[in-house]
DNA sequence: GTCTATATTAAGATAGAC
DNA sequence: GTCTATCTTAATATAGAC
């Protein structure tokens, strides 16, 4: 279940092997079709050292999501009460898009997770995940009170810009294929109208004139 | 590779028990994480029964995938050239939201495959899919140099309303965690809100008065 | 068309030498 | 800490009787 602390230089070396190539494999095949052959390969090392690391293919698993769970939520956790409204929401959907274009493997990872039904990372989402958004709602309801944005739902306004971000990595062979070949790079259309769709969504109605 | 045609009328009743078991099970493991003792059980047959009517464990997947495409395209086929634009377009909206609230496994089905680089799809997006978004992002374009709807890319359009809904149906189970417990039906808010967001950035900029 | 029994392979995990 | 060899189970698929 737990995986054991590297002390050493050699074992730091090694999970950090085992963690890169396990988010590889994974990603790509999801838990059941992930194979300790692959990751074990994947990481330069042999079946049975990798289970020197790692009790089981569920615990290197397991240990896999909750060390990427906490850089995964840092672009939430920065939505700062402080900044102007409208411009920290930008900004938010700006830094998970980036996320989705640097990071799409930690994006499929969690994807093929929570579309099965999330049953190792389930207990995480109904506590730390839940209450950071719960928290960062409160503050979206604060700035919709005081007029700064315009009266949306808050969960469903986090929900949309997870959605609509996490798609160009989730979706990525969907979405190249559509646009047609590789010559293509998704993402700064994306940028442009994901801040278009956000802008009009979130700027108060202005009184008529 | 490719199914029997059903042609007595147990055969029939066996092939649709066998369409709906895999589904099931598919949808909620993945093709790797799904066996054939899961779908036999599920459908009421035994194992070498079930590969009676299918050669293999693929076959049935690429099977399903093929027969659920069609349906799965509709609300798109449906966007109507001589309706009213934004109506038009919120309708598919309403539609495709309607799909991942009454077909979520479908959904998930999808998902699974295309998380996963779509192995067994590639050619039906590149096909037959690609072909139905490039004419409907064609209609798009239509309606904006008529100045009908705001100007947005066509694609990223269809894109938006692909994630924002299947979203509701794909991570069901971090949407309801997160709005707190069985209590709530998340679709009704989804509906207002994304009839909101879609209003809001397709109505045509009017000039100032 | 359907079943029981079984062949075959793949994959998670362990034993034990070094 | 790392390896070779191996155990064990589970899963796809097939043989062959009925």
Redesign the pocket.
């Given at each position: 279940m737990t995986e054991?602390r590297?002390?050493?230089r050699?074992?730091k070396r090694?999970t950090a092997a085992i963690f890169e190539a396990a988010l590889e494999v994974f990603s790509q095949h999801g838990f059941?079709g992930?194979?300790?052959?692959?990751?074990a390969k994947a990481a330069?090392?042999?079946?049975?050292?990798l289970?020197?690391?790692f009790?089981?293919?569920?615990?290197i698993h397991v240990a896999l999501l909750s060390k990427l769970m906490d850089t995964w939520l840092d672009p939430l956790r920065a939505l700062d009460a402080d900044g102007e409204p409208i411009e920290e929401l930008l900004a938010y959907v700006r830094r998970k898009l980036q996320m989705s274009r640097d990071f799409p493997r930690e994006s499929r990872l969690f994807a093929n997770e929570i579309v099965q039904g999330a049953p190792r990372m389930i207990a995480a989402i109904e506590g730390e995940l839940k209450a950071l958004v719960d928290e960062k709602a409160a503050l979206i309801e604060g700035w919709i009170a005081a007029g700064k944005i315009a009266a949306v739902h808050p969960y469903h306004l986090i929900f949309s810009i997870w959605s609509l971000t996490q798609h160009y990595a989730d979706f990525d062979v969907q979405v190249r294929a559509i646009l047609g070949g590789e010559t293509v790079d998704p993402f700064p259309q994306a940028e442009e109208y994901l801040e278009t769709l956000f802008t009009r969504l979130l700027s108060p109605v202005t009184g008529q004139v």
């Open positions: 054991q590297p002390r050493t050699i074992q090694n059941r992930a194979t300790l052959d692959q990751i330069g090392l042999s079946k049975p050292n289970l020197y690391y009790p089981s293919k569920e615990a």
